[in-house]
């Protein structure tokens, strides 16, 4: 049965949701059975619940304007929204409690609810790596897929331009407030020999050690990581800073770090293990005596006494021993010294000087291109540190899902979180393929197993440590669909309306001409209660004359009343400061760029007996063909000849319930250059079934189609 409907989510820039919805249901109305809003269904009424938490109470304690304690938040509900299951362990007890999983909302909510439901106490090992306060909008690059779509012109790549990710500009007291927050709410999960690995850069790092200190304690401080992270620029200067920061701290002051070793650099090896035996093993000779006096070590070896003020090392049978086993060298000197094999020896003990953990190579197949994305080999070697198979890792900052990717290698349990939505998609798509992968090698292995006359365990090195789980779950917690945009939603405005952004003020976003700026945000329209903070935040600027803009999407009626008010008040003479209120949804000038025409996709999916047949027919994207559009139109025309190049990637559920998308399978190539299928052939369940077909766009865009067979 064809079906075809219209957008329902949206990332790529900021969408009137209630136009959307409107839209959705008067396609309804008119009387398309076939097409069916493919929301989810309306959550459970939220019972938000009152956390408490322990109020930080460490010394030092570092002062900023505005420091507010944080001593008891609100948790709401959160609802399911995807899950991934490719064996159906979910089912199980036991899969649904070691399953991953991913939160998209802001972590001040999601932490709330985790405390709130079960996993206060719980967490084994916590990164984070949050925005830095650097002042800038992280970018990613965004292309479309297919060999002749990237097709260069004139040395150009044939790109969508850049999405804004997130943004990373605050006021300096704003950055410290934020992080106080979650680093009270991040202890309080903390299983009490749990760790917290913290990673800044060097304008921020003495700040937050400080904000630990207090929320953790001193004695809870294990170290001061330093990873070099990019080699020397040549055109740097005076000192150029190559590395960040990575703080640990534990939340008793009792827990331990495992002792973890590195492989021993190949510089080391050539420095220190220069001497073989014939047939090739490689040793150093290493000294067999320690400081005396020490009962029992002082004694003759083979005609020679320790030197003055030091004793042998080992007590005379072991030396015995050691000698027999051909361990012992007298070297030219006389001095008995002890061969130490390379292949015996652990590697090197890790320090906190990290210049052997590479970033990502934007080539590497771990690249996403999701900005700041950290490498697969850093998270591994703090997931070694700090937890053991089986443990629950946490990152509240996922980005691009590392963290979640390397736990899930490694055997951990995870819990990720992000408030893009292009991160949540990014890491939910790392995540299918490894798992899936690992799937493929557990099958693999099986097979071998079966084959193996011998059984027994498996003594290649190489192996995965086993998953905890092979599944995970996508929820959100509170409703971000308008609000993930707010970044890229406040830079177009800007642009559109000529608003030089401002980064040291922590209420107004910036100035155009001599007024101010406050971009309210789109997840809400105008209202008293943001009229009277603007009105708080004058009176505790006395001097301050200038005129105010207001941009927001639209206003509630009560704001009329409110405006008219200030005016009266200010034609008195008793406050200097017009105010002037732009709604970007009703604004015949700037209002334009808010309008979104949703994509939308022509899907025919049948049975045939015991299968179900799904073809993808057509897919259309506005906001793509118009980016492309302002860009050049001769590239589209030349280039975009297949709507498969528009498309990111396909995920199908074929017993949709209403409520989450459960995906059954996923067609994500892996390479740019490749394109999706269209075409699937997938086992039909019994019975009058939904069929939910999501298909999300090269910008992030996601359209589901709903089809009943
Ligand atoms: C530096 S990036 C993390 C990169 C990540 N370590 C990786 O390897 O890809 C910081 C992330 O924090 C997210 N973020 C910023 N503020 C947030 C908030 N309040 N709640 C949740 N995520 C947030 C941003 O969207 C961004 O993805």
């Not at 060999?147 to 704003?174: C, M, R």
């Not at 320690?290 to 072991?318: C, I, N, Q």
Request: one cysteine or more; glycine letters at 6%.
């Amino acid at each position: 049965m064809p079906a075809k409907k219209t957008s329902t989510k949206k990332t790529a820039k900021p969408v009137v949701k209630k136009q959307v919805r409107a839209a959705s249901k008067a396609a309804a109305s008119k009387g398309k059975a076939e097409t069916v809003v493919a929301e989810p269904a309306a959550p459970p009424a939220p019972k938000p619940m009152e956390v408490k938490l322990t109020a930080a109470k460490g010394r030092p304690m570092l002062q900023w304007v505005g420091k507010k304690p944080l001593s008891r938040v609100t948790a709401f509900p959160a609802q399911l929204a995807e899950t991934f299951d490719p064996s159906g362990e979910l089912a199980t007890a036991n899969g649904a409690s070691k399953t991953g999983n991913l939160y998209y909302g802001d972590n001040k909510e999601v932490l709330a609810h985790l405390l709130a439901n079960g996993c206060r106490g719980k967490v084994d090992l916590i990164y984070i790596d949050p925005p830095f306060d650097s002042g800038a909008d992280y970018v990613r690059k965004v292309t479309l897929r297919g060999k002749s779509a990237l097709a260069k012109l004139e040395g150009e790549s044939y790109s969508l331009g850049e999405q804004v990710q997130y943004t990373d500009i605050w006021a300096n007291d704003n950055y410290l407030q934020f992080m106080y927050e979650r680093l009270i709410l991040l202890k309080e999960l903390m299983s009490e020999d749990g760790f917290l690995f913290l990673h800044l850069n060097l304008d921020r790092s003495h700040y937050c050690k400080s904000l630990c200190d207090e929320v953790f304690s001193p004695d809870c401080f294990h170290n001061q990581i330093i990873w070099k992270r990019t080699a020397a620029h040549a055109d740097t200067q005076g000192v150029g800073n190559v590395h960040d920061v990575i703080l640990v701290y534990s939340k008793s002051a009792e827990a331990k770090l495992k002792k973890t070793f590195v492989p021993y650099s190949p510089e080391y090896i050539e420095s220190h293990y220069s001497l073989a035996d014939a047939d090739g093993r490689k040793y150093q000779l290493v000294d067999l005596t320690a400081p005396g006096p020490r009962k029992g070590l002082m004694y003759e070896f083979k005609g020679v006494w320790p030197p003055t003020g030091r004793v042998w090392s080992t007590l005379p049978d072991k030396m015995d021993a050691l000698d027999k086993a051909g361990r012992v060298v007298i070297t030219a000197e006389g001095r008995p010294r002890k061969k130490q094999y390379l292949d015996e020896m652990s590697g090197m003990p890790v320090h906190d000087l990290w210049d052997d953990v590479h970033p990502v190579n934007s080539q590497a197949l771990e690249a996403t291109g999701y900005p700041t994305q950290k490498s697969e080999a850093l998270l591994s070697r703090i997931v070694d540190l700090g937890s053991n198979i089986g443990g629950i890792v946490l990152d509240c900052f996922i980005g691009s899902g590392t963290t979640a990717a390397v736990a899930q290698k490694l055997g951990r349990r995870w819990i990720g979180c992000d408030i893009n939505k292009g991160a949540i998609q990014t890491t939910s798509k790392r995540l299918q393929g490894i798992i899936r992968e690992q799937l493929a090698e557990q099958e693999q292995a099986a097979a071998k197993a079966k084959g193996d006359l011998f059984g027994g365990e498996s003594t290649d090195k190489n192996v995965h440590a086993t998953p905890a789980a092979f599944s995970f779950r996508s929820h959100r917690v509170n409703d971000y669909d308008m609000a993930i945009q707010h970044n890229e939603a406040v830079a177009l405005a800007c642009e559109h309306i000529g608003v030089q952004r401002t980064k040291t003020d922590s209420y107004f976003d910036g100035t155009q001409g001599k007024r101010l700026v406050k971009i309210i945000p789109f997840n809400h329209p105008l209202s008293p209660t943001d009229l009277e903070q603007l009105k708080g935040e004058l009176k505790a600027r006395e001097k301050e004359e200038r005129d105010i803009l207001l941009v927001c999407l639209g206003k509630e009626l009560a704001c009329e009343s409110w405006l008219a008010e200030w005016s009266r008040l200010r034609k008195r003479g008793d406050v200097p400061n017009k105010i002037e209120v732009i709604e970007l949804r009703t604004d015949p000038k700037y209002g334009k760029f808010m309008t979104h025409a949703p994509a939308s996709a022509k899907v025919s999916v049948k049975r045939k007996g015991s299968e179900l047949h799904v073809n993808l027919e057509d897919f259309i994207s506005p906001t793509i063909i118009e980016r492309l559009d302002s860009q050049d139109s001769r590239l589209f025309k030349a280039h975009v000849t297949d709507w498969r190049f528009l498309v990111d990637c396909v995920m199908i559920d074929p017993a949709y319930n209403g409520l989450s998308f459960n995906i059954a399978l996923t067609d994500l190539p892996e390479k740019k250059t490749d394109l999706v299928n269209g075409c699937y052939t997938l086992p039909a369940p019994e019975g009058k079934t939904t069929v939910a077909v999501k298909i999300v766009d090269m910008l992030g865009e996601e359209v589901v189609i709903l089809a009943e067979v």
